[in-house]
């Protein structure tokens, strides 16, 4: 049921789920479905998280529906409906353009290896050798290894394709040429399988559908639900207070960002000191930038690809990438047939940037607005070289920044993408912690993404079930 905010609650769930981002929706629909009786609160006025969207003035604006791998058909058709599934289409003009190459791929295995060998001229031994290792990775392998040093072994020297191989992964996760080689291969092998692949209908559509399945299910949902405390007693979890009002439970799932749930929402003192040793040393993942183009009624574009990895920098590097000056971005292009429902579906098209949050907290609010202008001025200006004259047809801009990440999804320095590997392990741990408390969402860089979320929700729903049929 979809309860008022001001319903007063007062029977205990077996779950209370604090956040409807895409591992919170999930878990919630796979416990019950299971029978399990389930409140999920969400602080924002409506579910999805980072998954969501936005209207302004004719325009509908997605915010994170870039692109994702084709695993997701799977995940929706097991733990969602056929329906949602059914409406997960491919990507298939993914375009690079940058000084030292220009091309277009469909991000296949066979296209990539058919660019490095003829393109790039690396031998195909060296290519198939390649693929079959970061193919084959998994969590449990080698975590010494840098993305870096894994494609310098394979192929030395050539920071042309180094670049080929890792920018849209930069992108999908906020992987960097210093971070762990699984969190690469991981992600990398996933999108290689089959490509990109998008949600046709758009974001509004696909949280529509999650929220009936939802509650079709009998999970009841409270929106504009900002949980100010997890509650514990003895070590056990019994609940969250939200405006100062008790809810019990007898678990909880929290889909929060990871270092605000144990330091914001259970707080220190009730964890062991070692415990929180390590949680401090989890560093959060970056953040991004975003600016949002609404192109005039009327108005057209031709289809020059759905996504663009556009650079003017020479050299890849993690540090031109974060720099607020960057010349590195992407551009999804949002046309009409994303939303073949709507009569009058119009053309988008969002730019994004990695970020650092530092640069953008201790700006003062003239400086703040200042740069916001400055970064939409940069966006037009790169676009206007793959689309000349498209200034004239866009008629609404806007520029988001870390901070308008923080404050829509209370993430930590509005990292876009949890935590950094190490987070991975604290987030399993919690329950030896405290029991009854469990974590899913952007962890690990690995569990995220709209794919890695939503596993990672089903993965921790297994954890809440076992601990709840131990203690029934
Ligand atoms: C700009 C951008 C673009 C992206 N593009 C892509 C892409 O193209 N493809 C892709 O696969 N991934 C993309 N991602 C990443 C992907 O969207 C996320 O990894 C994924 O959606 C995160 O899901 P989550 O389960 O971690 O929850 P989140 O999306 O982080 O949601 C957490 C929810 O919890 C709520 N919450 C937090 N604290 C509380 C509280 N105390 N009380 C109540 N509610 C609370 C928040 O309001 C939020 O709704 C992008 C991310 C960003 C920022």
């Not at 220009?102 to 690396?122: A, G, I, P």
């Not at 494609?151 to 992987?175: C, M, Q, T, W």
């Not at 990109?196 to 559509?205: A, P, R, S």
Request: hydrophobic fraction near 35%; aromatic fraction near 10%.
């Amino acid at each position: 049921m979809l309860l008022n905010k001001n319903d007063k609650i007062t029977q205990k769930y077996d779950v209370v789920i604090i956040g409807g981002g895409l591992g919170g929706l999930t878990a919630a629909n796979k416990l019950a479905k299971n029978g399990r009786k389930i409140l999920l609160l969400e602080s924002h006025d409506k579910p999805g998280g980072f998954a969501t969207w936005f209207y302004r003035k004719k325009h509908i604006f997605d915010v994170s529906l870039h692109g994702f791998p084709v695993g997701m058909v799977k995940t929706c058709r097991k733990y969602w409906s056929k329906e949602i599934a059914d409406k997960i289409i491919q990507l298939k003009r993914m375009r690079f353009i940058n000084p030292l190459y220009q091309m277009e791929t469909d991000y296949t295995v066979e296209d990539f290896t058919s660019k490095l060998v003829n393109y790039f001229k690396v031998s195909q031994e060296q290519v198939d050798k390649f693929f079959e290792l970061v193919m084959n990775m998994n969590y449990y392998d080698n975590k010494e290894m840098t993305n870096g040093e894994l494609l310098e072994s394979f192929f030395p020297g050539r920071k042309d394709v180094h670049r080929f191989l890792i920018e849209p992964i930069v992108y999908a996760n906020g992987s960097t040429l210093e971070d762990p080689a699984i969190t690469y291969g991981i992600v990398f092998s996933n999108f290689m399988s089959k490509g990109v692949y998008t949600f046709q209908g758009g974001t509004d559509l696909i949280i529509k559908m999650m929220q009936e399945e939802l509650l079709k299910n009998d999970v009841d949902i409270r929106l504009k639900s900002k949980v100010d405390k997890i509650v514990v007693e003895n070590n056990i979890c019994q609940g969250v207070t939200v405006g100062g009002n008790f809810i019990a439970s007898k678990s909880v799932l929290s889909n929060g960002n990871l270092i605000g749930t144990i330091f914001n929402l259970v707080g220190e003192d009730k964890f062991k000191p070692e415990f929180i040793e390590k949680v401090k040393k989890v560093r959060l993942n970056t953040s991004s930038c975003q600016v949002y183009m609404g192109i005039k009624e009327g108005e057209k574009i031709e289809d020059i690809g759905d996504l663009i990895f556009y650079s003017e920098a020479k050299e890849f590097k993690t540090d031109e990438l974060l720099s607020m000056n960057t010349t590195s971005r992407t551009f999804s292009l949002y046309y009409p047939r994303l939303r073949p429902h709507l009569a009058n579906a119009g053309y988008t098209i969002v730019a994004s940037t990695n970020a650092r949050y530092e640069n953008w907290v201790n700006l003062s609010r003239e400086e703040y607005k200042a740069r916001k202008q400055e970064l939409i001025e940069a966006t037009l200006v790169s676009l206007e070289k793959i689309i000349p004259g498209i200034r004239k047809k866009i008629d609404y801009t806007e520029a988001a920044t870390p901070l308008t990440i923080k404050r829509y999804t209370h993430h930590e320095k509005g990292s876009s993408f949890g935590t950094k590997h190490e987070g991975l392990d604290i987030s399993m741990k919690l329950q030896n912690e405290i029991s009854g408390l469990f974590h899913t969402g952007s962890v690990g860089i690995i569990m995220s993404g709209w794919l890695g979320a939503a596993n990672y929700g089903v993965i921790q729903s297994y954890e809440v079930e076992s601990y709840l049929d131990k203690t029934n």
